[in-house]
Each structure stands twice: as structure tokens, then as C-alpha cells.
């Protein structure tokens, strides 16, 4: 029984990155339309621009800060300025490959450009244990966890009970109503990219001290960002978090109990599950179509 | 061979006949009891103002919402239950409120693929010709509408008007007994209304292709409305408030209090 | 244009023909390897392109095909049953589990796949099997132009376009899906078994979601919903990479920025070039129109 707390305490972790990345995707969605194939190095860039403002000697949350603000200029403005609002108007079909390339470009300019290693990235937290009924807790799995909830509900809180966040709601919802009233839509889009940026670099801090920073560590997370954000409810950002939590749960557990083999295959089987039984999402709503 | 049902109704029966439909939508009565006839060949308006269940009553004949109770019976067949595709099947047309014509094909395409699937089976279709042998009845409406002229273009170049025209165009291919039309004025420039009128008229009157058809026509315009129309429904609140013809109807008193104004 | 298509294809069946002459062993495995590719493109090409579907699972189908035919050639039996095997067997899988993704196992793989035999001649040479394969691709390439030009592809183009009003026309709008999805990765599980005996070797990597997603890629460059879209689409994604060695650890990083420059220059993928010529000459001619009548009531109003 340990065992499974351990394994579902650890998950969470995971799943809470997860989340993170997942939250950003749905909000990307729902903004602008956009499918953004790139989520996962969205999380490995910043991870890299974090260890280069490092190795330039700055204190990690100063690198933490200076890397959100180039996030939000680079992942957020040039992307939304130069792949995204082109392309709005074509349908989904150009920016979902549109990302797919940008994606392969930004993981081999990072293995060309700076390195092809696997680089050890300074955690947060430090190294400290707990025992809590038998059950073995790092700081840095308890520290992950809540730190990635907290940013998920401030999203979620900002985005519900602020002005600036109901305006983004509004044209999530219905872009046209939302400029007739007075809404500023491109700003309001750009700030939802500029979020996503910033969950990004947080996503990235708080996985590349276990996982390693590596050009090629955004391809698994992309697709558990994807899938989780489905599984969720693709309309719903509640469902990002719950879609994560589920899927980083789900592959501790199965790695554990049935084969490490397997880890990567959970997601896929919970997607494959969901889109069956409830294709809108465990938490989304059906979407009718107007005539 | 075309549907079974599709022409050979018994003498006598209508061509629609609604009874006691009632659909709610939580607290809200959209339509709470609705009854008419449709008449062969008969042209019949339905108007009330917004909110009087119209749409609601339209979704349920069309088969997009399943109404909670009341019988909707097609040429004496009851097909309350039944989908859109099953109720194009056994004759029944519509046109939208916006405009849904496929822009990437030509006019004539449109046409085409308007009535193709009620040619043979889904096998026999791979190998007919790509016209399905409809060629012919799509330029005999294409004259009918006078659109001879596009009739080559992708269906999204042409202007608003012509698209409209287009649109009510495709309800017609199949040769259904009853279309439905939902406001097929709206925004439509008034100096087209007139041409739309005279040629629903033409089209009921004077079908080139098929039979005569009953129509059921959703519409605002009211000069529209009681010039095209044989006889008319006033709905309010989801209720039927007067069935008569034109005449009956702007004489009565209840409707111009309630909705015609004075 | 459409009295440079015929002698166009004469031509294109031509250098098709002599292409070996110009091309050693390994050009001429490429090229193999690019109308393998073309046949599963032309597949998903038909379900996202014409039927406007969204599909991340068809290497899938490649893969399943790819197995059938390594498994059943392993337990002794011909390619020939393989073949249509693998293609009834995705036919079947999409029907039935009207799903996309499948579950990779057992990295080892399998190797030692020959090549078939064809009425006793051998085609284990790289020659030989290209012209087979070049046989099945313009066989399958015709077979799919039939199915477009007949009433189906109408249906398929309304589904994509407006599956509402489709519906109200009377077209099946979830048995065109479905079958959209079927032949597509019917077509994948014969490109799979043609890859199979091409490389020889199998594991499950290739058949992965990565290779999914460049699949679809490979249908949104060439251009979906353009019969040749899959050519150049999948020389894209083949060829290029190939010819881009040459930017060594930076040639990945090229292909991607050239993906991404590419789809904000023609969102509708390559083949929409000649359209975009039409549409900017139609503008220009109705700009000149406007002037030209503006110029002239301004004189009227003058006079």
C-alpha cells in the first residue's frame, strides 16, 4: 500500500507538469485556435536559457526571470506575430504543421547550436526527505507538485476574477461579440501567449532537474501535454489539470505495475479510452454546431 | 430508383401533419402544443415574432432536435424520431438561414451532389459517371434560376444574392415533396426579395424538374410572406395563435394586438 | 493548362521509366523509398485532404502492414498474400475500432524480409523492385483519381466543406467518414508491406507518432485536397532531409525553419501555387476594371 502511495505521490508530481503544459496548450486553443505541436519545446528552450544565463554566473531565480521575459517575447509575441497571425485565417491545418516544423527546428538548433547532452539542471528545492506514514516524500516531488497547483489556480483565478481576464475569456468565447464591446482581441490573444510562455519556463524549471535537460526532452512531453489536455477536455481549462494529474498518475503506476516498457504507451491508452467514451473531454463540454 | 416512399402518396393525405408537438427547454415551453396541415402543393408561412418557437418547431420537422412529445407524420408516415439524413431520404428539402453552399465546387456541382445520393446504392455510386446523370436536371434549374451565367464558378465567388440562389436551387434537386425554408430573404438585398418570390411562385406552380411541392416558409418579411404564401401560421409564445389564408390573417384582430401592430 | 496535362504525364511516365539510368543502387533505393511513401501520403491525403478529417494515428496503418506482411512472410507465406492482407487488415481495424493509435511492443523487430517473387522473376534487386513498386504506386494513383472523379468524391469534398448541410442533402455523412478513414489507411497498409520488403528490416520506431505527425505534415506541404499533393509532399519529407545532409547537424534545423517558412508563404501547401497565380491575376484584373469605370464617371461627371 506504500508502494502505491509512493507511486501515486510522485505521479502527481509528474502530472502536475504535466498540467502546466497541458494548461497553456488548452488556452493557446481556445484563444487563437491554434495547436501548437511545439508545447514540448516551448519547455525545453527555456530550460536551456535558463542554464546559459547560469553558466553566465546568475543566481537561478534571477535566471528564472530574465528567461520569462525573453519567453514572453520570443514564445509569445514573434510566435504569435509571425507563425500564428498569418496563418489564422487558413484553418488549422497550416499552423498545426507550421508548429510540427517549428518544433523540429527548435529541437536541432539546440542540439546543434549548443549541445547534444543531457545537461543536470539546479533544482529549486533542496534536498531534503519526509516520512509521512511510511510513505518516502521528496521535497522536490511535494515542492513540484504544489508549486505547479498554485500556478495552475492563479491561471485559473486571473482568468476568472480579474478584468484582464474576463476580457480573455470573452474572446476565447466568442471573438466577434468580444471586439464589438470594446475588447482589445489581439492584445487579449497576445496576453494568453504570453501566459503560456510563462508556464512554459515554470513547467521547465520544475522538470529539468529530475529529468535532465536535454534538446529532445520536449517530444515526449509535447505528446503527454496534447493528450493530456484532451483527456481533460479540450475547452476546458480545468480539464488540463486534471488531464495531467491523470496521466502522470497513470504512467507511474502502470511503469511500476506492469512494465517501464509501457510508461509511454499509458497516455496513448487513456486517450484512446476517453475519445471512445466521452470524446469532448472528461470535464469538456459537447460543442453543438450552429447553423 | 429513387426512395420508395418518395412518390407514391395516397390521394388525400397531407404532405405534413403536425399534432400537439411540444418540445421545452428546461423551464422555457419552446412549443407547447402545435398542430397544422400542410396541403399538397401548397405554399404555407409559418411567422410569429422572435422567441414563438418557429425554430424550434423547424429543428423538430427537420429532425435536429427530438421534440418530447406529438407527432410529426410525412405524406401519412410517422417520422417523428427520424434523422435529417433519413428525412431528406423520404423527400423532405431545406434551405438555412445562412448561407451553406460548398464553396470550393462549381454551381453545377453543388447541384449535383444535392440529389446524387438518392441515385442507386453507396457501391454503385463509385462506379457511375461523375455527373451521377444529373447533368440535365441541374441545367434545367440552373435555367430555372437564371444563373446560367456562373454556373461554371466556384460556388464561393459569387455574390451573396447569387449564392442565396444557389442554396434554394440545391433543396430542389432531390424533387422532395415538401422544402422547408428558413428565412430565404434574410439578407438579401430588397430589390432580390421580389425575385425570390415570383420565382418560389414558379417553382411551386411550375416545377421544371419533378412534382409540385409543398413548401413551409419561415419568414419576417411580411409583404413577402403574405404574397407568396397560400395559407399562414401565426405563432406566439409557442402556440398557435390563427391558421388562415393571407386575407383571414390580417384581419385578425388577436394577431395585429399581438404581432402585426396597428 | 488542361492542354499541357496529357502530354505532361506522358512525359512525367517517361522520366518515371528512365529514372533508373540516372540513379546507382542507393538513388534508386531512395527513390523506392520516396513512392512507398507517396502511396501512404495519397492514402491520408484522401482522409484529412478531400474528406477534411483530422488523422494522427495513420503510420499506424503503415506499421500494421509493414507487420503483416514481415509476419506472414516469416511463417513461410508469399508476399502476394501478404499484400492484400495487410491492406484488408487496415481496411478492417479502421472499421472496426473506428480509432487511430496503436500500441507499440518489442523493440527487436524483424529482419531478413525478402523481397517477392513475380511470375518467377526475382525482384530482390533494387531495380527491379523500384519498377514494381512505380507499377503499384500509378495503379493505386488510378484507382484513387476513379474513385474522386465519381460520385464518391463529391460526397467526400461536401463532408469536408460542410458536413451539415451534407447531411440534409442526404449524404451518409458517417459512412463516407468512415470509409475515408478505411481506404486511407488501407492504402498506408499496402505502403507498409512495400516497405517492408523495401528496408528489410523492421522495428517498430518508424511507426511511431512521430512519424504520424510527419505524415501529416507530408499531406499539408504537398497541399490536401490536390491529387498531387502526395508526390511533392512526401519529397519533401523523404527526399529533402536527404539532400540537405550536406548542412550536416544543422541540416534538421533547416528542414524545420524551411517547414515553417514554407506554411506561412502557402498555407495551402505547394500545389496551391497555381492558384494563387489565378486568384492574384483575378484580382488584379477586377482592380483595373474598378479604376478603369471610376475613371470613367469621374469624365462623365466632368462632361
Known amino acids: ?291 | 430508383m429513387t426512395h420508395p416512399h418518395h412518390h407514391d402518396r395516397p390521394q388525400g393525405v397531407p404532405v405534413l401533419k403536425v399534432t400537439d408537438l411540444r418540445k421545452a427547454y428546461g423551464a422555457i415551453q419552446a412549443v407547447g402544443g402545435v398542430s397544422f396541415e400542410v396541403r399538397p402543393g401548397e405554399i404555407f408561412g409559418v411567422i410569429g415574432p422572435n422567441g414563438s418557437g418557429k425554430t424550434t418547431l423547424f429543428n423538430s420537422m427537420l429532425g435536429q432536435i427530438t421534440p418530447d412529445s406529438g407527432k410529426i407524420e410525412l405524406n401519412g408516415e410517422d417520422v417523428t424520431q427520424l434523422e435529417p439524413l433519413e428525412l431528406n431520404r423520404r423527400g423532405v428539402g431545406r434551405t438555412f438561414q445562412t448561407l451553406q453552399v460548398f464553396g470550393k465546387m462549381t454551381v453545377r456541382d453543388n447541384l449535383i451532389v444535392a440529389a446524387q445520393e438518392h441515385q442507386g446504392s453507396m457501391f454503385s455510386r463509385l462506379f457511375a459517371p461523375s455527373d451521377s446523370g444529373l447533368g440535365d436536371k441541374a441545367d434545367a434549374l440552373i435555367d430555372q434560376f437564371r444563373i446560367r451565367h456562373v454556373a461554371d464558378k466556384k460556388a464561393g465567388e459569387l455574390s451573396y444574392g447569387q449564392q442565396k440562389l444557389v442554396d434554394i436551387a440545391m433543396a430542389f434537386m432531390s424533387e422532395p415533396d415538401l422544402v422547408l425554408l428558413d428565412e430565404p430573404c434574410a439578407g438579401v438585398n430588397p430589390s432580390l426579395v421580389g425575385g425570390i418570390s415570383s420565382l418560389l411562385k414558379e417553382l411551386n406552380r411550375n416545377p421544371r424538374i419533378g412534382k409540385k411541392s409543398s413548401f413551409v416558409v419561415i419568414e419576417h418579411n411580411m409583404d413577402f410572406v403574405m404574397d407568396l404564401c397560400h395559407r399562414i401560421m401565426v405563432m406566439v409564445e409557442g402556440q398557435v395563435m390563427a391558421i388562415g389564408t393571407p386575407d383571414e390573417i390580417r384581419a385578425n384582430k388577436q394577431v395585429l394586438d399581438a404581432y402585426l401592430g396597428s | 493548362m488542361k492542354k499541357f496535362t496529357l502530354p505532361l504525364l506522358l512525359l512525367a511516365f517517361a522520366v518515371l521509366l528512365a529514372a533508373p539510368m540516372a540513379f546507382k543502387s542507393y538513388g534508386l533505393y531512395l527513390l523506392t523509398y520516396w513512392l512507398v511513401f507517396i502511396i501512404a501520403i495519397m492514402g491520408l491525403n484522401l482522409t484529412i485532404g478531400y474528406a477534411g478529417q483530422k488523422s494522427l494515428g495513420h503510420a499506424a496503418f503503415f506499421g500494421i502492414g509493414a507487420y503483416t506482411v514481415a509476419i506472414m512472410m516469416k511463417a513461410g507465406l508469399s508476399f502476394w498474400l501478404g499484400l492484400p492482407a495487410a491492406a484488408l487488415l487496415c481496411f478492417v481495424v479502421w472499421l472496426v475500432f473506428r480509432n487511430e493509435e496503436w500500441l507499440t511492443g518489442g523493440t527487436f523487430g524483424l529482419n531478413n524480409i525478402a523481397r517477392p517473387q513475380l511470375f518467377g522473376l526475382s525482384l530482390e534487386g533494387n531495380l527491379a523492385y523500384y519498377y514494381f513498386v512505380l507499377a503499384i504506386t500509378l495503379l493505386l494513383g488510378g484507382l484513387l483519381w476513379g474513385l474522386l472523379r465519381s460520385p464518391w468524391g463529391k460526397a467526400f469534398t461536401a463532408l469536408r466543406d460542410n458536413p451539415i448541410r451534407a447531411e440534409s442533402l442526404g449524404i451518409d455523412i458517417r459512412r463516407y467518414t468512415l470509409l475515408s478513414f478505411a481506404i486511407g489507411a488501407a492504402y498506408a497498409g499496402v505502403a507498409g508491406a512495400l516497405f517492408a520488403s523495401l528496408v528489410q528490416f523492421i522495428d517498430p520506431a518508424p511507426f511511431a507518432i512521430a512519424s504520424s505527425i510527419m505524415m501529416y505534415l507530408m499531406v499539408v506541404l504537398g497541399g490536401p485536397g490536390y491529387f498531387l499533393g502526395p508526390v511533392l509532399g512526401s519529397a519533401v519529407g523523404v527526399v529533402l532531409p536527404e539532400w540537405l545532409r550536406f548542412a550536416q547537424g544543422w541540416y534538421l534545423f533547416v528542414f524545420g525553419s524551411a517547414v515553417v517558412l514554407l506554411m506561412i508563404w502557402l498555407p495551402d501547401g505547394l500545389l496551391s501555387i497555381p492558384d494563387r497565380f489565378k486568384a492574384r491575376k483575378q484580382a488584379r484584373q477586377a482592380s483595373a476594371a474598378r479604376a478603369a469605370s471610376a475613371q470613367a464617371a469621374a469624365k462623365g461627371a466632368q462632361a
Open chain 1, 1 to 291: 500500500m506504500t508502494d502505491f502511495l509512493q507511486l501515486l505521490f510522485s505521479g502527481m508530481s509528474t502530472g502536475a507538469i504535466y498540467a502546466l503544459a497541458a494548461l497553456g496548450f488548452t488556452l493557446l486553443w481556445q484563444a487563437s485556435g491554434t495547436i501548437n505541436f511545439a508545447q514540448g519545446e516551448f519547455v525545453m528552450l527555456p530550460a536551456f536559457m535558463m542554464l546559459a544565463f547560469l553558466s553566465a554566473g546568475l543566481p537561478l531565480w534571477a535566471c528564472f526571470v530574465l528567461t520569462c521575459f525573453v519567453a514572453v517575447f520570443v514564445l509569445g509575441w514573434a510566435f504569435k506575430r509571425g507563425v500564428v497571425d498569418p496563418l489564422f485565417r487558413h484553418g488549422m491545418m497550416p499552423i498545426v504543421v507550421a508548429t510540427i516544423g517549428l518544433a523540429i527546428a527548435m529541437r536541432n538548433a539546440v542540439r546543434a547550436g549548443y549541445s547534444a547532452e543531457a545537461h543536470p539542471f539546479p533544482s529549486l528545492f533542496p534536498d531534503a526527505i519526509y516520512q509521512i506514514a511510511g510513505v518516502t516524500l521528496t521535497l522536490q516531488d511535494l515542492g513540484t507538485f504544489v508549486l505547479a497547483l498554485a500556478l495552475v489556480l492563479l491561471t485559473q483565478a486571473f482568468l476568472g476574477r480579474t478584468v484582464t481576464g474576463r476580457a480573455m475569456q470573452a474572446v476565447a468565447q466568442n471573438t466577434e461579440s468580444a471586439s464589438v464591446l470594446g475588447i482589445n482581441v489581439p492584445r487579449m490573444i497576445f496576453y494568453t501567449f504570453a501566459i503560456n510562455a510563462v508556464l512554459a519556463v515554470a513547467a521547465a524549471a520544475l522538470v529539468a532537474p529530475s529529468y535532465l535537460a536535454k534538446f529532445d526532452m520536449g517530444e515526449g512531453l509535447g505528446n503527454k501535454a496534447f493528450f493530456a489536455a484532451i483527456i481533460g477536455g479540450f475547452n476546458n481549462s480545468r480539464g488540463a489539470l486534471l488531464g495531467g494529474l491523470i496521466v502522470g498518475v497513470c504512467e507511474n503506476l502502470a511503469a511500476a505495475y506492469i512494465s517501464p516498457a509501457y510508461k509511454d504507451a499509458v497516455a496513448l491508452v487513456i486517450f484512446m479510452i476517453v475519445i471512445l467514451f466521452k470524446p469532448q473531454g472528461l470535464l469538456g463540454k459537447k460543442v453543438e454546431r450552429k447553423v
